[in-house]
């Protein structure tokens, strides 16, 4: 019972500390949402052979939910399987916010983010690339009207009568760009367990509902983690981690598919605490997408495209943490 008690103040102490830092980071990544998040995926939707290269970029960047809208838009086929690929390996997720957290040093963060980027760039262009030769890559035309009509949502008919009222025609490229935003908005946002509401408050509010929840799974984090140290020893952590960086590269990679903010967030938290190498680190954040891969399976019917793009997350990943355990990089 001692033990327990004093791991859990521990863990309730160590968790205090980071409360301040991870309000501010969420502060400014809503505001950041807020402003830039439909043409963050605009220019996403307009890059057309180069959407790889906008989507690993602006994937980088601090902003809930970006996973889940370009799930969304491959879903209505706006943008590539390779775009997809390239959005769901660098978005960071809870990485940043637990970094900043912890004041730990940015460089590392930094150069994090850069091989996400790349890996996401590399990896986008050369399945894009590879989809084409197969021609495999779709008859370049989106459909949003079949996932409007599987969501039952009459989005297109919102759309019509909207323009009516306005007075316009409308185009159909138009149409389907804005079902795809509505789509997209819906699902980055509804899956996350909160509303985004315009203005302060919503920004305020949306930043706090966040870190609320990630608070709480550090806070579960540090106390199971903590109480397994206690009962089970760090040496045989190590053994099963530190000392085996290869199984520990694959058990990160499954660790950072579970669909939740938990995952990014345990990864994180091991790197920092020196329980997981980079290798481990880096092929579980590059599987760690957040929800994209969930909106993915609910929004998209073709199952066996669903089963290729997860498929290739996780390998990839795994390539990606093997690489960096053969190279011998230290991050």
């Known amino acids: 019972m001692e033990l327990l008690v004093d791991v859990l103040a521990d863990s309730v102490i160590d968790t205090l500390k980071l409360i301040p830092f991870l309000f501010v980071t969420y ?28 989507g690993s970029v602006l994937g980088a960047l601090p902003q809930c939910g970006f996973s889940a809208m370009a799930a969304t838009l491959f879903s209505g086929r706006v943008v590539t399987m390779g775009t997809l690929v390239a959005v769901i390996l660098s978005t960071s997720d809870e990485m940043i916010p637990v970094f900043v957290a912890h004041q730990a040093n ?6 994090i983010i850069g091989i996400k980027v790349a890996c996401g760039l590399v990896a986008g262009l050369a399945l894009d690339a590879a989809l084409h030769l197969l021609h495999r890559e779709g008859d370049g035309h989106a459909h949003i009207h079949e996932l409007c009509e599987r969501e039952h949502c009459h989005c297109e008919d919102l759309d019509e009568e909207e323009s009516e009222e306005e007075g316009l025609d409308g185009e159909k490229h138009e149409d389907a760009r804005g079902a795809a935003h509505k789509h997209g908005h819906d699902h980055a946002h509804g899956h996350h367990g909160h509303a985004h509401h315009h203005g302060a408050w919503g920004i305020v509010r949306s930043a706090l509902v966040h870190t609320v929840q990630v608070t709480a799974f550090i806070f579960l984090i540090t106390l199971v983690f903590g109480l397994v140290i206690e009962g089970v020893g760090e040496d045989t952590i190590g053994a099963l981690l530190a000392d085996h960086p290869v199984r520990a590269t694959f058990l990160a990679a499954i660790v950072g598919l579970i669909p939740n903010c938990g995952a990014s967030v345990a990864i994180t938290e091991l790197f920092l605490d020196g329980t997981l190498a980079s290798g481990p680190m880096i092929a579980g954040l590059l599987s760690s997408g957040g929800v994209g891969l969930l909106v993915l399976w609910r929004t998209n019917s073709d199952l066996r495209q669903n089963a290729v793009v997860t498929v290739l997350v996780y390998g990839l990943s795994v390539l990606a943490g093997l690489a960096v355990c053969a190279l011998g990089i230290l991050l």
Do not use: D
């Not at 940015?106 to 150069?111: H, I, Q, W, Y």
């Open 106 to 111: 940015a460089g590392r963060m930094f150069a």
């Open 27 to 54: 502060l400014a990544m809503e505001a950041l949402e807020h402003a830039a998040s439909h043409k963050i995926q605009e220019t996403v939707e307009r890059a057309g052979a180069l959407g790889p290269v906008a």
